[in-house]
């Protein structure tokens, strides 16, 4: 993609929406000086895209936001998630570190060599991963003082079968999995996401996924930002592992709009 090109977006909803759709693993987009530190050819890099990205989940969004009563804001990264990924914390709290999956990918989702093992990541946390979450923080702060309080849902989607990169893929993968937090999680926004999706097949929690993004600024501190994270198994609504979507799109972002509404 043209460098100029931003790494972000934050598309506005109405002012009295307190609904953030952050949209973090949709593009496959990779800048090409970027492109120059990953060790696979064109082929291998196509294929570990087709993997790891959440495919169609910003157009999920977007078509949810359209048909929302009241319409919720949209953060979309623009960037692959191989440039960085900007829901892992910057630091040793990463438990995907293990894997070589920090903020910086060093391995693929197949456990093979992404990046160089002893390749610094702060180039890229500083170039991108930081502006992110500085926007990101604005974009809540902004809801907070339009309404009083934020909602962040993560549109996110996983593949029917575990990849072995996975930590906790041993677990359940139903159609629709809802990653919550004990701080930010409140148990009427984990009841209202089980009655939009309820049309959608099971809703499960924390399985294979658990957790969901609130900005480093306000995590654990300030229960005016609730959160949850929303997993769609892409054999729902889209050709694995890459492929184009499929009737269930439509049926999803009803699913999620009737969500949004709910809030």
């Given at each position: ?51 790891i990205t959440d495919a169609h989940t910003a157009l999920i969004a ?98 029917s079968e575990a990849l072995p990169y996975e930590l906790h893929g ?57 959160a949850l994270m929303v997993e769609i198994r892409r054999d729902t ?27």
């Open positions: 993609m043209p460098e100029s090109a931003p790494s972000f977006e934050l598309l506005p909803g109405a002012a009295e929406s307190p609904v953030l759709l952050h949209v973090p693993h949709s593009a496959r987009a990779i800048p090409q000086d970027v492109r120059e530190g990953i060790l696979l050819d064109d082929a291998a890099l196509g294929l570990e895209l087709d993997h977007e078509r949810a936001a359209g048909l929302a009563g009241v319409t919720p804001w949209r953060f979309v990264n623009r960037l692959s998630r191989l440039v960085v990924d900007p829901e892992r914390f910057p630091d040793e709290r990463e438990e995907m570190l293990a894997v070589g999956m920090g903020a910086v990918y060093t391995r693929t989702a197949h456990r093979g060599e992404l990046r160089a093992a002893d390749t610094d990541p702060e180039p890229l946390v500083e170039r991108y991963f930081r502006p992110y979450a500085r926007a990101m923080t604005e974009a809540v702060a902004g809801r907070l003082a339009a309404t009083g309080r934020a909602v962040v849902i993560d549109v996110h989607s996983y593949p041993t677990g359940p993968r139903p159609p629709v999995c809802l990653g919550t937090d004990a701080f930010h999680t409140p148990a009427e926004l984990r009841e209202a996401a089980r009655k939009a999706f309820a049309g959608c097949g099971e809703t499960g929690l924390d399985s294979p996924f658990s957790g969901t993004y609130v900005p480093l600024e306000y995590y654990g501190r300030d229960r005016r930002v609730s609504y889209m050709t694995e592992p890459g492929g184009p979507a499929g009737p269930g799109l439509e049926r999803l972002a009803g699913a999620l709009a009737a969500l949004v509404n709910a809030l």
